[in-house]
């Protein structure tokens, strides 16, 4: 596997280099919204370290970076009300890891999709 690529879009964002539409942010995290959304609510929720997919994250990274940014989830999620404990229907996390999943940003990045009924969660594949 490649190593981190401290140019690619999510860093800039980290370092300021970029503007973000920010929802969420801790000593761990940052989150803000998908660019291009394709649910209502499209949040995507980095870790502030520099791991670029979740294979890198769970392997490398220490228990307060884990802890923090699993944790980070449910706040953003309860703070928005989307979480079924705060009132919400729900939500759906995808974080893509490599080629085959398409990843398209080389730093770990969990989708946070919500604001209605999402459907399936692939497509079939077509034969
Ligand atoms: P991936 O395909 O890597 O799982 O998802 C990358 C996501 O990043 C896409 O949903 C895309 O819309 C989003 N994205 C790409 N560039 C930017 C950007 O500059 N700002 C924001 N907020 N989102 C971005």
Same mark, same amino acid.
């Given at each position: 596997?490649?190593?981190?690529?401290?140019? /690619?879009?999510?860093?800039?964002? $980290?370092? =300021?280099?970029?503007?973000?539409?920010? *929802?969420?942010? @801790?000593?761990?995290? &940052? #989150?803000?919204?998908?660019?291009?959304?394709?649910?209502?609510?499209?949040?995507?929720?980095?870790?502030?370290?520099?791991?670029?997919?979740?294979?890198?994250?769970?392997? /490398?990274?220490?228990?307060?970076? $884990?802890? =923090?940014?699993?944790?980070?989830?449910? *706040?953003?999620? @309860?703070?928005?009300? &989307? #979480?079924?404990?705060?009132?919400?229907?729900?939500?759906?996390?995808?974080?893509?890891?490599?080629?085959?999943?398409?990843?398209?940003?080389?730093?770990?990045?969990?989708?946070?999709?919500?604001?209605?009924? $999402?459907?399936?969660?692939?497509i079939p594949e077509k034969?």
């Amino acid at each position: 596997m490649s190593s981190y690529d401290n140019q /690619n879009i999510f860093a800039k964002i $980290l370092r =300021g280099e970029i503007p973000c539409d920010k *929802i969420y942010e @801790d000593d761990y995290v &940052l #989150s803000f919204k998908d660019i291009s959304p394709q649910a209502p609510s499209h949040i995507l929720v980095i870790p502030k370290g520099p791991y670029k997919d979740i294979n890198d994250f769970s392997k /490398n990274a220490n228990n307060e970076e $884990l802890i =923090g940014f699993n944790r980070a989830i449910s *706040i953003i999620a @309860d703070q928005l009300k &989307l #979480s079924e404990e705060s009132g919400g229907k729900g939500y759906r996390l995808i974080s893509n890891a490599g080629s085959d999943s398409h990843q398209e940003v080389p730093h770990l990045h969990i989708h946070l999709l919500a604001g209605r009924k $999402l459907g399936p969660m692939l497509i079939p594949e077509k034969s």
